[in-house]
């Protein structure tokens, strides 16, 4: 599924940019910039932000291990309740 529309960025590539952070650096921040500058590409109108975070949060290597601000298991079932609620 393609989450950026403007840099034809799908859930895929996000979530392989993630893991490849991960195993990179185990305590890094993983953030919207790291992954697009990962995948060598920048945002444009930021309107994928929403989608974009609840596909880097639902990828297992997200997490700082022993970090309870940015637990190891994401907690999307949640998220996701809340929204269709
Ligand atoms: S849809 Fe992602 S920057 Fe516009």
Excluded: N, Q
Aim: with cysteine; glycine share 8%; hydrophobic share 40%.
């Amino acid at each position: 599924m393609i989450v950026c529309h403007c840099m034809s960025i799908s859930d895929h590539e996000i979530r392989a940019a993630v893991d490849w952070m991960r195993a990179a650096d185990p305590s890094t921040i993983i953030t919207p910039g790291k992954v697009y500058h990962a995948l060598g590409k920048k945002a444009d109108c930021g309107g994928c932000m929403p989608v974009f975070l609840d596909t880097m949060r639902s990828c297992e290597s997200f997490g700082v291990a022993g970090d309870p601000a940015r637990p190891a298991a994401p907690m999307l079932k949640p998220m996701r309740a809340r929204r269709l609620g």
